[in-house]
T-cell receptor, first 113, second 113 residues
Framework: AQSVSQHNHHVILSEAASLELGCNYS??????LFWYVQYPGQHLQLLLK??????LVKGIKGFEAEFIKSKFSFNLRKPSVQWSDTAEYFC???????????FGTGTRLQVFP | DAMVIQNPRYQVTQFGKPVTLSCSQT?????MYWYQQKSSQAPKLLFH???????NEADTPDNFQSRRPNTSFCFLDIRSPGLGDAAMYLC????????????FGPGTRLLVL
């Protein structure tokens, strides 16, 4: 069965600090990987996605994620966070050519000025 | 702007009283999804439509039904809501299944009294 684990449930940072949110998945086959973000009071929206090719994926707002197949990981990074990055971040996977998104439980990020 | 709209944003119902949540989209996407998200948990796929083809997840209770009368609209019917059905219900769309990005609505928070 497919699953996604996000071990950091709540992260608190000061502005300009670097960010890394962990995401590990369990699935033996080819996967598509996503990071979605939910800003306070808003809907889930896509930050970035990995399907194939370069394992380092760049997304919106300066975020990037690296797919490390040997570690079953897809960690999200940002070198310098801003107060406006305060949000909940969800990692998700879909098995290749399937319809179903499997989400992690999310990481709440709070950034203080 | 093209978007996914969910009405109402908050819904209160009584134990056992049928309730319908609605979702509409202006994206003209083929696929519409319904997710259930309970507090501090990952969004969980209930079912989805590819055009008129209905795809139910194996572990979705029979109490949950869906209708898609046309491309733009999709409804989630809960026939006899229990206290355990209180959750955020998210609607999403995508152009097609597989690698496509899903676009989410703001969700409807259901409270069961």
């Amino acid at each position: 069965a497919q699953s996604v684990s996000q071990h950091n449930h709540h992260v608190i940072l000061s502005e300009a600090a670097s960010l890394e949110l962990g995401c590990n998945y369990s699935y033996g086959g080819t996967v598509n990987l996503f990071w979605y973000v939910q800003y306070p009071g808003q809907h889930l929206q896509l930050l970035l996605k990995y399907f194939s090719g370069d394992p380092l994926v760049k997304g919106i707002k300066g975020f990037e994620a690296e797919f490390i197949k040997s570690k079953f990981s897809f960690n999200l990074r940002k070198p310098s966070v801003q107060w406006s990055d305060t949000a909940e971040y969800f990692c998700a996977l879909s098995a290749y050519n399937t319809d179903k998104l499997i989400f992690g439980t999310g990481t709440r990020l709070q950034v203080f000025p | 702007d093209a978007m996914v709209i969910q009405n109402p944003r908050y819904q209160v119902t009584q134990f056992g009283k049928p309730v319908t949540l609605s979702c509409s989209q202006t994206l003209n996407h083929n696929v519409m999804y319904w997710y259930q998200q309970k507090s501090s948990q990952a969004p969980k796929l209930l079912f989805h439509y590819y055009d008129k083809d209905f795809n139910n997840e194996a572990d979705t209770p029979d109490n949950f039904q869906s209708r898609r009368p046309n491309t733009s609209f999709c409804f989630l019917d809960i026939r006899s809501p229990g206290l355990g059905d209180a959750a955020m219900y998210l609607c999403a769309t995508s152009i097609k299944t597989g690698q496509e990005t899903q676009y989410f609505g703001p969700g409807t928070r259901l409270l069961v009294l």
